[in-house]
């Protein structure tokens, strides 16, 4: 219900304008994942979990296709250095020096994968910090799930603020519109109020807090830039899933598994998190189906499966999904 709520909110306070979201796809995908890797690593190094470990591994997918096919050697030591994250972490232990690597590589993967102009570009800056708030595994769903005992999830709200607060200071200057600017800097103070030191906090306030303020920074982000960040046209999420399924299977054609990987997972992350409460809300008879059917081509693709019967079905299923949007 969550989801399904933020869709509408953002839907109805946003409107379907050109969304850098949709613009940029792919490259926000990147840098959002990249990012996210990043902030997990931090996490694993203030607290070894096997959990974040092997989520990061997984995040890892929706961008090493593409590293692999632009600079093989880059991506050959990036997956060596979070196999030994992960290697590490499931004895318990971390590594300060292992992190700052991380780090490097994933700075040079930014740099291989996301153009220059679009990198250095305020809008699309300002639209990763607003998913890196409010997407899921986010600041603010990190506060949640550590609010309702999953202690795991506090270092990555902790770790994910921090990084948030990093990019909006070198961000904030490149922004003109003052008002906006404030807003922002108002709902980053509310969550570093919540998120307030590396230590959780003896008592948690409401999650709808961070949940709030996460959101109120996104429209203040969205008012600084001049232009809607996030994708809340459900239409256009559609077209994104369509494209991503149909660019999974066909990089099977190929043989390039990685990027088969990537795109199916790519597929999976928009449905799971722009589309299933919606769809599960208005037509659900079709939730399932679909929902099985992109999860069990990347579990295909991932063991280097091809799947013409899932590849064939998949435009037909997202027809039905979508039917009551129309």
């Not at 239409?235 to 990685?258: D, H, I, K, P, Y």
């Amino acid at each position: 219900m969550r989801g399904l709520l933020l869709t509408l909110v953002l839907f109805s306070l946003l409107g379907a304008q050109a969304q850098v979201a949709y613009e940029q796809s792919v490259s926000l995908r990147v840098a959002r994942f990249t990012e996210m890797v990043r902030i997990q690593m931090a996490a694993l190094v203030a607290e070894p979990e096997d959990e974040v470990a092997e989520a990061m591994r997984e995040k890892s997918r929706l961008f090493l296709g593409s590293l692999q096919k632009a600079d093989s050697s880059l991506a050959g030591k990036l997956e060596a250095a979070l196999t030994q994250a992960q290697d590490l972490a499931e004895k318990g232990r971390s590594s300060a020096r292992l992190n700052r690597r991380v780090r490097w590589l994933l700075d040079q993967t930014q740099r291989t994968l996301i153009p220059r102009q679009t990198r250095q570009d305020p809008a699309f800056q300002a639209a990763l910090l607003a998913q890196l708030l409010n997407l899921e595994e986010g600041v603010a769903e990190a506060y949640e799930e550590a609010a309702q005992g999953e202690e795991e999830a506090y270092p990555l709200a902790w770790a994910g603020l921090q990084r948030v607060n990093l990019l909006w200071r070198q961000l904030r200057p490149r922004l003109a519109n003052g008002e906006g600017r404030q807003k922002s800097d108002d709902a980053l103070a509310r969550l570093g109020k919540l998120i307030a030191s590396p230590e959780p906090p003896e008592r948690y306030s409401d999650p709808e807090d961070a949940e709030q303020a996460a959101l109120d920074a996104a429209y203040g982000l969205e008012q600084a830039a001049g232009k809607p960040l996030l994708l809340q046209d459900l239409g256009r999420a559609f077209a994104l899933t369509r494209v991503n399924a149909a660019q999974a299977c066909r990089a099977t054609e190929s043989g390039q598994w990685g990027l088969a990987l990537e795109w199916a997972s790519a597929a999976n992350v928009l449905y799971e998190q722009h589309l299933a409460a919606t769809v599960q809300t208005l037509a659900p008879q079709a939730h399932t189906p679909l929902a099985e059917a992109m999860e069990e081509l990347a579990e295909k693709f991932a063991e280097r499966e091809t799947s013409d019967e899932l590849c064939g079905k998949l435009p037909g299923l997202l027809a039905q999904a979508g039917e009551p949007l129309r």
